[in-house]
C-alpha cells in the first residue's frame, strides 16, 4: 500500500511539471525580486531558450535549497544576505572570495547589479520630527515605540537579534509582520518603526524618514544573479544575458522600478520589458493577453484545478494511511499512546516551517505541498476512528463472538460501519483544514488559490487577494456541504440520528 501511495504522489508530479527542460528563473516574495525574475526571463526570451519563471516562492532559504537541488537555474540575491544568510560567514568582505565559496557549492554569481538594497529603519517623518529621531542611536531614548519588521529581518543574523545588541535598544514591543503590511501599520499608527529596503518605492510615497545606520551595523546588500555553473554549459548565451546587467541599475532606477510596480500598479512584465528596452535598446514588445475578465476566469479555472490536485491527493493518501493507524492504535492499546502522539506533534508544526523542511526532499512543486498537506490530515482522521471505534456498544462485540465472526469479520461487518460516523467527522474536518492550509503551497511553487492572495499581499492590491481568498473560502463550504451528503449516503439512517441524539 505505502508503495503504491508513493509511486502515485511521484506519477502525479510528474503530471504537474511534466519533462520540463526550460530553464527556471525563481524570485522571493517581494515586489523588486519579482520585477528582476521578470527582466531574467525577458532577456531569456531573446535567446533560443525557452524560459519560466517560479515567482512568489517564499524567502532566502527556499530559493537558495531550490537552486542547490536543480529545482531553479538562477534567481537574484544580495551580496549581504549571501555572507550573513547562507554562507553565514560575515567576515566575506572581497567579492572574489565570495565567488570561491559560492563557486564550491556549484554556483556562480554575476558582479553586481549596480545599486545596493540595504536594509534600514523607517519613521513615520511627522514621527521622526516630533521625537527628535534622525539616527537609530536616538531609538535608545524612546522606549515606548512600537516596532513592526518583517519575520525574515526579526529572525536573521544581519536583522533585529544583533542590531538591538550593538545599538543597545530597549524596546520591546516589537511585533512580527509582513513587509507590505508594516507599511499599513505605519500609515495608519499601529506602528512607530519598520525595517526598509532602501530601495522600496513606499519610502517616498509614505513619506518615511530612513534614520542613519550611525555604527554602520547593516553590510552592504549589492544585488547580483545567482545560476547554477551547469548553466554556463547548457545555456551559454542567457548567461552573457546576465553578465550585461552588471552595473546596469543604479538606486535611484531600481526604485524608480519599484514604484511602477507597487504605487503605479503596472504589471512586472510591463515593468521589465521598459526597462531593458530603455537600457539596451532590445525592442521586446508585450504579449497581448486576453480580456480582463477571461483572463480572470483563466486564471481562476487553473488555481481551482491545482488547489483541488493538492487537497484531494493528500486527502486521500491520509484516508489510506490514517484510518487503519486509528484501527491499529484502538486494537493495541500500548502503540495508542505513541501514535495519537506523533500525529498530534505534526499538527502542531507550523505550516509554512513543514513547506520549507520538504523542499530538500521533494524539492520545489507540488509534491512536498501534498505530502505536508498529508500529514496535517492525519491527526483528525487517526482520533476519529480511534473514538469512534472506542464508543462502539460492548454488546455487539459479544453478539459478533457468538456468531463466530472472526476479527477481520467484526472488524469490516460491525465495527467500522458503526464508526462511520466519527470517521467521516475526521476526513471532513481534515478537508476543510487542507483547503486552507493549501494556499501556503504557492510559496513553493504549488500553485492553488495560494498564488493571487500572495500577489494582492505582496502588492497590496486587495481585488487580487479577494481572487484567492473568496473561491478558498466557497471551495470549503462546498465540501463541508458535500459531506453532509455524502453522510447520508454512507452512513445508516440510524446511525446518523442516534449521533444527532
Given at each position: 500500500?505505502?508503495?503504491?501511495?508513493?509511486?502515485?504522489?511521484?506519477?502525479?508530479?510528474?503530471?504537474?511539471?511534466?519533462?520540463?527542460?526550460?530553464?527556471?528563473?525563481?524570485?522571493?516574495?517581494?515586489?523588486?525580486?519579482?520585477?528582476?525574475?521578470?527582466?531574467?526571463?525577458?532577456?531569456?526570451?531573446?535567446?533560443?531558450?525557452?524560459?519560466?519563471?517560479?515567482?512568489?516562492?517564499?524567502?532566502?532559504?527556499?530559493?537558495?535549497?531550490?537552486?542547490?537541488?536543480?529545482?531553479?537555474?538562477?534567481?537574484?540575491?544580495?551580496?549581504?544576505?549571501?555572507?550573513?544568510?547562507?554562507?553565514?560567514?560575515?567576515?566575506?568582505?572581497?567579492?572574489?572570495?565570495?565567488?570561491?565559496?559560492?563557486?564550491?557549492?556549484?554556483?556562480?554569481?554575476?558582479?553586481?547589479?549596480?545599486?545596493?538594497?540595504?536594509?534600514?529603519?523607517?519613521?513615520?517623518?511627522?514621527?521622526?520630527?516630533?521625537?527628535?529621531?534622525?539616527?537609530?542611536?536616538?531609538?535608545?531614548?524612546?522606549?515606548?515605540?512600537?516596532?513592526?519588521?518583517?519575520?525574515?529581518?526579526?529572525?536573521?543574523?544581519?536583522?533585529?537579534?544583533?542590531?538591538?545588541?550593538?545599538?543597545?535598544?530597549?524596546?520591546?514591543?516589537?511585533?512580527?509582520?509582513?513587509h507590505t503590511l508594516a507599511y499599513e501599520g505605519i500609515r495608519q499608527g499601529a506602528i512607530?518603526?519598520?525595517?526598509?529596503?532602501?530601495?522600496?518605492?513606499?519610502?517616498?510615497?509614505?513619506?518615511?524618514?530612513?534614520?542613519?545606520?550611525?555604527?554602520?551595523?547593516?553590510?552592504?546588500?549589492?544585488?547580483?544573479?545567482?545560476?547554477?555553473?551547469?548553466?554556463?554549459?547548457?545555456?551559454?548565451?542567457?548567461?552573457?544575458?546576465?553578465?550585461?546587467?552588471?552595473?546596469?541599475?543604479?538606486?535611484?532606477?531600481?526604485?524608480?522600478?519599484?514604484?511602477?510596480?507597487?504605487?503605479?500598479?503596472?504589471?512586472?512584465?510591463r515593468v521589465a520589458i521598459e526597462f531593458l528596452n530603455d537600457t539596451f535598446g532590445l525592442?521586446?514588445?508585450?504579449?497581448?493577453?486576453?480580456?480582463?475578465?477571461?483572463?480572470?476566469?483563466?486564471?481562476?479555472?487553473?488555481?481551482?484545478?491545482?488547489?483541488?490536485?493538492?487537497?484531494?491527493?493528500?486527502?486521500?493518501?491520509?484516508?489510506?494511511?490514517?484510518?487503519?493507524?486509528?484501527?491499529?492504535?484502538?486494537?493495541?492499546?500500548?502503540?495508542?499512546?505513541?501514535?495519537?502522539?506523533?500525529?498530534?506533534?505534526?499538527?502542531?508544526?507550523?505550516?509554512?516551517?513543514?513547506?520549507?523542511?520538504?523542499?530538500?526532499?521533494?524539492?520545489?512543486?507540488?509534491?512536498?505541498?501534498?505530502v505536508a498537506l498529508f500529514l496535517y490530515s492525519l491527526l483528525p482522521i487517526v482520533r476519529?476512528?480511534?473514538?469512534?471505534?472506542?464508543?462502539?456498544?460492548?454488546?455487539?462485540?459479544?453478539?459478533?463472538?457468538?456468531?463466530?465472526?472472526?476479527?477481520?469479520?467484526?472488524?469490516?461487518?460491525?465495527?467500522?460501519?458503526?464508526?462511520?460516523?466519527?470517521?467521516?467527522?475526521?476526513?471532513?474536518?481534515?478537508?476543510?483544514?487542507?483547503?486552507?492550509?493549501?494556499?501556503?503551497?504557492?510559496?513553493?511553487?504549488?500553485?492553488?488559490?495560494?498564488?493571487?492572495?500572495?500577489?494582492?499581499?505582496?502588492?497590496?492590491?486587495?481585488?487580487?487577494?479577494?481572487?484567492?481568498?473568496?473561491?478558498?473560502?466557497?471551495?470549503?463550504?462546498?465540501?463541508?456541504?458535500?459531506?453532509?451528503?455524502?453522510?447520508?449516503?454512507?452512513?445508516?439512517?440510524?446511525?446518523?440520528?442516534?449521533?444527532?441524539?
Open positions: 500500500m505505502n508503495r503504491f501511495l508513493l509511486l502515485s504522489l511521484c506519477c502525479l508530479t510528474l503530471f504537474l511539471t511534466g519533462c520540463d527542460d526550460r530553464v527556471q528563473i525563481g524570485s522571493k516574495q517581494f515586489t523588486e525580486s519579482v520585477i528582476l525574475g521578470e527582466v531574467l526571463q525577458q532577456l531569456g526570451e531573446t535567446t533560443e531558450h525557452e524560459i519560466a519563471h517560479k515567482r512568489d516562492l517564499g524567502g532566502t532559504e527556499v530559493l537558495w535549497q531550490a537552486l542547490l537541488k536543480g529545482e531553479i537555474d538562477a534567481y537574484p540575491e544580495y551580496t549581504g544576505t549571501i555572507t550573513q544568510q547562507i554562507l553565514d560567514d560575515p567576515s566575506i568582505q572581497d567579492f572574489d572570495e565570495l565567488k570561491r565559496r559560492l563557486a564550491s557549492q556549484g554556483i556562480q554569481t554575476t558582479r553586481p547589479l549596480g545599486f545596493n538594497n540595504t536594509y534600514a529603519l523607517g519613521v513615520p517623518r511627522k514621527r521622526a520630527e516630533e521625537l527628535g529621531l534622525r539616527a537609530i542611536s536616538d531609538l535608545k531614548q524612546h522606549p515606548e515605540l512600537k516596532l513592526g519588521f518583517s519575520f525574515e529581518f526579526l529572525e536573521r543574523q544581519d536583522g533585529w537579534p544583533g542590531l538591538q545588541q550593538v545599538y543597545g535598544l530597549p524596546q520591546s514591543d516589537v511585533h512580527g509582520m509582513d512607530d518603526v519598520m525595517d526598509l529596503y532602501s530601495t522600496d518605492a513606499e519610502i517616498q510615497a509614505y513619506d518615511l524618514v530612513t534614520l542613519e545606520d550611525n555604527r554602520e551595523y547593516f553590510p552592504g546588500y549589492e544585488a547580483v544573479i545567482l545560476y547554477r555553473a551547469d548553466l554556463s554549459s547548457r545555456a551559454p548565451e542567457l548567461v552573457q544575458k546576465f553578465h550585461q546587467l552588471e552595473g546596469a541599475i543604479n538606486n535611484s532606477t531600481m526604485a524608480k522600478l519599484n514604484a511602477e510596480a507597487r504605487i503605479e500598479k503596472l504589471p512586472e512584465q525592442g521586446i514588445s508585450a504579449q497581448k493577453s486576453s480580456s480582463n475578465w477571461q483572463r480572470r476566469l483563466m486564471r481562476l479555472a487553473v488555481n481551482t484545478r491545482e488547489h483541488l490536485v493538492l487537497v484531494v491527493t493528500s486527502l486521500l493518501a491520509a484516508v489510506l494511511i490514517a484510518i487503519p493507524l486509528g484501527v491499529i492504535a484502538f486494537r493495541v492499546e500500548r502503540l495508542q499512546g505513541a501514535i495519537l502522539s506523533i500525529v498530534g506533534v505534526i499538527q502542531t508544526m507550523p505550516s509554512l516551517a513543514l513547506l520549507v523542511f520538504m523542499i530538500p526532499l521533494f524539492g520545489l512543486g507540488a509534491l512536498p505541498a501534498i476519529n476512528t480511534v473514538t469512534g471505534l472506542s464508543q462502539m456498544d460492548p454488546s455487539l462485540k459479544e453478539s459478533a463472538s457468538v456468531l463466530g465472526l472472526s476479527s477481520w469479520q467484526r472488524l469490516w461487518l460491525i465495527e467500522l460501519p458503526m464508526a462511520s460516523p466519527s470517521i467521516l467527522a475526521g476526513i471532513k474536518t481534515a478537508a476543510v483544514i487542507n483547503v486552507g492550509t493549501a494556499t501556503l503551497g504557492a510559496l513553493i511553487n504549488a500553485g492553488g488559490y495560494g498564488q493571487p492572495i500572495l500577489t494582492g499581499l505582496r502588492l497590496g492590491d486587495t481585488s487580487l487577494l479577494l481572487q484567492g481568498a473568496i473561491p478558498a473560502a466557497v471551495l470549503a463550504i462546498l465540501v463541508q456541504r458535500g459531506f453532509d451528503l455524502l453522510e447520508r449516503r454512507v452512513v445508516p439512517a440510524g446511525l446518523r440520528a442516534s449521533q444527532s441524539q
